[in-house]
């Protein structure tokens, strides 16, 4: 299972009926299994034989109830076994075996259920922590932002965690609205801590530095400091300093994905390849600023790695210019969701690496109606001419 920071996702009613069943049948079973026994013993012409099942029951409590749960479904299955043997005339030893052998079950049951709640309210916790943490790291970014209508969908990998080492972030400046979508080398804490340093010195620096590169420039010199020789970030910082134009500056990420309203969909190749973030010490080459044209309508997708180099059963990626093209809409929302729920769909449910896609959409201006804009006088006057 991954992880999804959803906006606009439709699919929490399906998710909660599947957890209520689930919660409903898992401490039923037990006691239905018990009440099968019961019937073939009564009915059937085995006698003794089906008695060593009912240690079934306690043992399945353990893996749904808590402990005072599995303890009921022990004395059902007690009584059950005692009644069974009377019907029976089984002699005394066995069925007190049966009974001896159903409380040892039984009470190593209740521990195992015991142990198990135990493990899951600190895994609760965890998960408590690891969501507190995303929301700290990866702040919800809103609908609107600037000009901009804006959606995310975020996918860690690592599903219990709920985080891993994508980033994104969209913050607007006295510069104009800024963001940047990467992935940082590597998995696990590591790879959450820098992704953490990479947002932290983003948000300061998109605020302080009026020229993008400088941005950047910023970014490099604090991971140049505190990453190892072997770590990096790819990464697409982007600017809207102006109507009317987009500033992008690609630092060996995937390129974005650029919809004008009337050229269609097209990859933002870098015009001069750049290393990532952190090894620009070991190269000559140094990012360059890509300046765009941006007008009402075009929108601009950012993704990582982890969309594109998604694989299917037949180890084909998944094609996100061919998925972009299939549901793009004026919603990002509903664009990005839709690619999110394909993507999920081409994978057989599960990523096997973190993935983030962010769109944003430039909106046309709504045309007022001329019979609802113009004065009555005007209206009037152009009617007698």
């Known amino acids: 299972m991954s992880h999804t920071r959803n906006h606009g996702g439709d699919h929490c009613p399906t998710q909660l009926s599947g ?15 018990l009440v099968a026994i019961m019937l073939v ?24 109830n808590g402990p005072r749960g599995v303890l009921c479904v022990g004395l059902l299955a007690a009584a059950v076994g005692a009644t069974l043997g009377a019907r029976a005339g089984a002699p005394g030893r066995e069925v007190a075996a049966v009974l001896a052998a159903l409380v040892a079950v ?7 259920s015991a142990l198990r709640s135990r493990r899951e309210r600190v895994l609760a916790a965890v998960r408590s922590v690891a969501e507190a943490a995303q929301h700290a790291l990866l702040r ?11 959606a995310v969908r975020y996918s860690a990998a690592a599903a219990e965690a709920r985080i891993g080492g994508d980033l994104y972030a969209l913050v607007p400046t006295p510069y104009g609205v800024r963001l940047i979508v990467g992935d940082v080398r590597g998995k696990g804490l590591p790879a959450v801590g820098t992704a953490a340093l990479v947002l932290g010195v983003f948000r300061e620096a998109a605020y302080d530095e009026p020229d993008l590169l400088a941005v950047v420039d910023r970014i490099e010199r604090s991971l140049a400091r505190n990453l ?13 300093p102006r109507s009317g134009q987009l500033e992008v500056v690609n630092c060996g990420h995937a390129p974005p994905l650029l919809v004008g309203a009337s050229t269609g969909i097209t990859a933002v190749e870098p ?17 360059s600023l890509q300046v765009l044209s941006f007008d009402d309508g075009d929108q601009l997708l950012l993704y990582t790695d982890g969309v594109i180099e998604a694989r299917d059963r037949d180890r084909e990626f998944y094609p996100l210019a061919e998925g972009l ?5 004026d919603d990002p929302a509903h664009t990005v969701g839709a690619i999110h729920e394909e993507l999920l769909a ?16 430039k909106p046309v201006p709504a045309t007022p109606s001329l019979s609802r804009s113009a004065p009555r006088e005007e209206l009037l006057g152009d009617t007698a001419a």
Request: no cysteine; charged share 15%; glycine share 10%.
């Open 140 to 150: 919800p970014v809103p609908a609107t932002v600037g000009p901009f209508e804006v």
């Open 325 to 329: 093209a299939r549901h793009l809409r």
């Open 228 to 240: 190892g020789s072997d770590d990096f970030v790819t990464a697409v910082v982007a600017g809207y």
């Open 41 to 64: 013993g009564l009915f059937g012409e085995a006698g003794m034989i089906w008695l060593p099942l009912l240690a079934a029951g306690p043992a399945l409590a353990a893996t749904t």
């Open 271 to 287: 015009a001069h390849p750049a290393p990532p973030l952190g090894l620009r010490a070991l190269t000559d080459q140094t990012p």
């Open 19 to 33: 957890a209520l069943r689930h919660r409903v049948a898992g401490p039923l079973l037990p006691v239905l299994i």
């Open 106 to 112: 039984t009470l190593a049951s209740a521990l195992a």
């Open 346 to 361: 081409h994978v057989g449910g599960r990523l096997h690496d973190d993935a983030a896609l962010l769109l944003i959409r």
